[in-house]
Nanobody, 127 residues
Framework: QVQFEESGGGLVQPGGSLRLSCTAS????????ISWFRQAPGKEREEVSC???????TYADSVKGRFAISRDNAKRTVYLEMNSLKPGDTGVYYC?????????????????????WGQGTQVTVSS
């Protein structure tokens, strides 16, 4: 059974930092591209960052320079380091997996090809 579990969310003040973790079981993580998505209340889910099998990375413009994605296949875990957090970063953060390249991750999402999702972890940025 394939499972993804996100952790590391919480309440943080503006300007603070969090590190999210996405741990996979039941599939060879090294064969998959992993993306982090977030969904704020009343808004559509949006992709925040992507890391490919070869560790190519992409970021949404809104988080460039503040977030960093990385992976440790031996630990079956993908990380999202989030710095200089803003209230606009508030939302539920999800990780998801698909086989492919980050350059096409938006299309994969549009086509419903991210077959594996975690349950999400809440990030709240507020003073």
């Amino acid at each position: 059974q394939v499972q993804f579990e996100e952790s590391g969310g919480g309440l943080v003040q503006p300007g603070g930092s969090l590190r999210l973790s996405c741990t996979a079981s039941g599939l060879p993580l090294e064969s998959y591209l992993i993306s982090w998505f977030r969904q704020a209340p009343g808004k559509e889910r949006e992709e925040v960052s992507c890391i490919s099998r070869r560790e190519t990375t992409t970021y949404a413009d809104s988080v460039k320079g503040r977030f960093a994605i990385s992976r440790d296949n031996a630990k079956r875990t993908v990380y999202l380091e989030m710095n200089s957090l803003k209230p606009g970063d508030t939302g539920v953060y999800y990780c998801a997996a698909v086989q492919g390249e980050c350059a096409y991750s938006a299309r994969y999402y549009e086509w419903g090809e991210f077959g594996y999702w975690g349950q999400g972890t809440q990030v709240t940025v507020s003073s």
